[in-house]
């Protein structure tokens, strides 16, 4: 079919029309274009000002708890940086005035199904938690014998002296391993660790479940910027460890590592969860993969990290 | 009348052509540039090293790849250091008072413009004006998210990979002229631990990688490291602008 001339001339000025309007208005002032700080580069801010920023979305959070003012053992570098959201300075001070995504998430666009398991959003809820199903669980004590118990080789050895268990709790906001929880704080953040995905809200470790959240033991590993309120600095030799939680940390200079109970290192509070092996005639106790040898320590009640094999 | 009816027919035919045109954007990509977005937001002063290899256009050669090595320091919204070595020579930027400072301590001389109050304000003037790119300033952005997904056609998180013997979430994308692609670091602070690009539109597809080490999150600096004192002997230049280039 033959196109008159006077039809190719018309449909050749509309598509001109037509990519001009299409092709969008941007600013390539990196390497990447960004249209979204048009015209807000030419506007003179003060220093001072207070910037607009939205509540915090559920797509923008997912950052590390508060750091709380807890005196830093002497070992740790005083000029150590460490990331405190509740002293924070005023918004006006943030390098770059403040995350400002506001675009909508859900956009008309196809999304694919990636391989890698998805983490649940965490719902942001008043809705009730679920007690540990584990508090009532009635404890029986496991008899081994002709058990060697190692203490560590440099530490002082604590002799042994019995003292019934009374599990510990660390607040309000923390939980023992087997807690359900069916929401989170809005504080919460997600990390992955050896393919698996991890929630952590001031001292305490989650992972997704039917239905909601079940507490962990805390991945050796791990990285979190700051531990809550109570953590106790525990001394091994010449290395000092962070206790929170059943946990064991140390202090690195973005935060804190989950690591392996230190043998030798002496607690005060072991908390719920733990069950008791009778190990030669002893009564031990066994908590998060790690045995605890009831010991006293400066005339108090505690435990002392043992190896058994 | 036919004729008419053509036009319109051919003119829906193209715009629908342009709708239909699909993109992937995965909401965990999004998340987690959000999240990076956030933590970047709340710093109040923060240092990062950046190794950087970028390809440049050689008649003869082709791409030679060239690199450089960045310290870039951020004190508030309104200072700046950013001290480079590498194939261009060494050359500091610094930020502060509304006053962009470049000195190059390999030729002792120095070029300072007036420019706007706030670091990505003057940031992002001075790149326009001058063609300056600066190293990491792109994660500065505030609305930095939105405007990828303003651009990307995919965006997509590919999973869990080591940069620097370090755990990061790899997300890739790609837009009109080049592909991206990301490693956050899966920590407690999500900061950029790499970055890639692919300049698809351009010859030979140039790359630009840079690599971001030793973050430091919220150091006190003292005001003075932003200051510039100009040397014994250097001599001032000016910044040419990149609309009177040859």
Known sequence: M?????????????LLIIVAVIMPQVSSAQRFSHPTNEGRGNVKQSASAQQNHPAASPATTGRGNVRQSAPAPQSRPAASPTFNRSEAQPPSRSINGGSQNFGNRNVNRSTTVNATPRPVEPKRTN?????????????????????????????????????????SSWGASWHPIGFIAVTLARDAFIFSLANRQYYYNEGVYYQPISGGYTVVSAPVGAVVGSLPDGYETVQVGDDYFYYYGGTFYIGLDQGYQVVDAPTGAIVMDI????????????????????????VSFNGQDAYQVVQVN | MNKKLF???????????????????DTVAVSILDNMSAMIGDLTSCSVTVNANYDVHNQELGLVK??????????????????????????????ADNILTYYSPTRNHFAKI?????????????????????????FLYPGFVDDILADAKNLIYLGITKVGGKDCFHIAGTTSDKTFQF?????????????????TKKDLNPQYEAVYSDWKINPVFPDALFKFNVPPNAMKIKFVPVSKRK
């Not at chain 2, 036009?7 to 954007?25: M, N, P, Y």
């Not at chain 2, 490693?183 to 300049?199: E, Q």
Request: one cysteine or more; charged letters at 20%.
């Open chain 2, 7 to 25: 036009l319109i027919i051919f003119i829906c035919g193209f715009t629908t052509h342009i709708k239909a045109q699909s993109s992937t954007i």
């Open chain 1, 127 to 167: 809705a009730p938690v679920i007690e540990n199903p584990r508090a009532k669980e009635h404890r029986s004590t496991t008899v081994r014998e002709n058990v060697n118990v190692y203490h560590s080789s440099n530490i002082q050895s604590h002799p042994y002296s019995y003292h019934p268990y009374h599990p």
């Open chain 1, 2 to 14: 033959i196109i008159p001339f006077k039809i190719k001339f018309t449909v050749t000025i509309y």
């Open chain 2, 66 to 95: 060239r690199s450089n090595e960045s310290q870039v320091f951020l004190q508030g919204p309104d200072k700046l250091l950013i001290r480079s070595e590498g194939d261009k020579g060494d050359r500091d930027f610094y930020y």
């Open chain 2, 183 to 199: 490693w956050i670091s899966d920590d407690a602070f999500s900061l950029p631990a790499k970055l890639v690009i692919v300049y």
């Open chain 2, 114 to 138: 007036e420019t706007l109050p706030t670091t990505v304000g003057m940031i992002d003037t001075v790149s326009k004006q001058y063609g300056i790119l600066f190293p990491a300033a792109d």
């Open chain 1, 271 to 294: 908390p719920d969860g733990a069950t008791q092996q009778n190990i030669n005639g002893e009564i031990y106790l066994f908590y998060n993969n790690t045995y605890y040898e009831p």
